[in-house]
């Protein structure tokens, strides 16, 4: 497993820390750590969104949000319904049927 991401994040857990780089990218630091050290058997191209939204500002059009990064596109299309605003809704009609779901 080797990549341009991976070497991003293996350098912002040098520079900050394993549990800053998580709550960044919205997941575990023993996540983070099982990728780190090869070890993570979950889906892998996920957390490479993940990283290339958070840390590597890689940008996506949302027909509801305008550009958005990718981390947050990523947020908002695993969010369960739920009609507490207006907006939250329009996400969910629009995540539903995105090329990227």
Same mark, same amino acid.
């Given at each position: 497993m080797s990549g341009g991401w991976l070497d991003v994040l293996r350098a912002e857990c040098e520079r900050t820390?394993?549990?800053?780089v998580?709550? !960044?990218l919205g997941v575990s630091a023993a996540l983070v750590n099982q990728v780190l050290r090869n070890r993570? !058997?979950?889906?892998?191209? !996920?957390?490479?969104?993940?990283?290339? *939204?958070a840390l590597m500002g890689r940008m996506v059009p949302c027909p509801v949000?305008?550009?958005v990064a990718l981390n947050e596109c990523i947020?908002?299309?695993e969010r #369960?319904?739920?009609?507490t605003n #207006?907006?939250?809704v329009r996400?969910?009609?629009?995540? !539903? *049927?995105c090329e990227r779901r």
């Open positions: 820390s394993q549990a800053e998580a709550r !960044r993570y !058997r979950g889906n892998l191209e !996920r957390v490479r969104s993940l990283v290339e *939204g949000l305008g550009e947020e908002h299309r #369960p319904f739920a009609a #207006p907006l939250r996400l969910w009609k629009a995540c !539903r *049927g």
